[in-house]
């Protein structure tokens, strides 16, 4: 059973920055898919950003060239450097694993933790 482990997410001022991480454990699956996706009252969960273990990414529109998701994969950690962060980043942001142990793909979810952006 893989677990994943966030670090707290905080309260910021507009236009500050923050650092997530995600620590996976209980796989041993080399190819992953890690990332985070957040979620704000009253909108669906959207992804924000995503690293493949070869270091390849994906970003949502409205983050770009402000966040960026790096990962060790000897830690099987991931990050999330937030900066120039806005009030409509405001949301709880769940860590995300994705791995392939054998023949299919299984997915899982952190416990989540929030981010308030204030004005």
């Known amino acids: 059973q893989v677990q994943l482990v966030e670090s707290a997410g905080g309260l910021v001022q507009s236009g500050g920055s923050l650092r997530l991480s995600c620590a996976a454990s209980?796989?041993?699956?080399?190819?992953?898919?890690m990332g985070w996706y957040r979620q704000a009252p009253g909108k669906q969960r959207e992804l924000v950003a995503s690293?493949?273990?070869?270091?390849?990414?994906n970003y949502a529109d409205s983050v770009k060239g402000r966040f960026t998701i790096s990962r060790d994969n000897t830690k099987k950690t991931v990050y999330l450097q937030m900066n120039s962060l806005r009030p409509e980043d405001t949301a709880v942001y769940y860590c995300?694993?994705?791995?392939?142990?054998?023949?299919?793909?299984?997915?899982?979810w952190g416990q989540g933790t929030q981010v308030t952006v204030s004005s």
């Open positions: 209980g796989s041993s699956s080399i190819i992953n898919v």
């Open positions: 995300n694993f994705k791995h392939n142990p054998g023949t299919m793909w299984y997915e899982y």
């Open positions: 690293i493949t273990t070869a270091g390849s990414t």
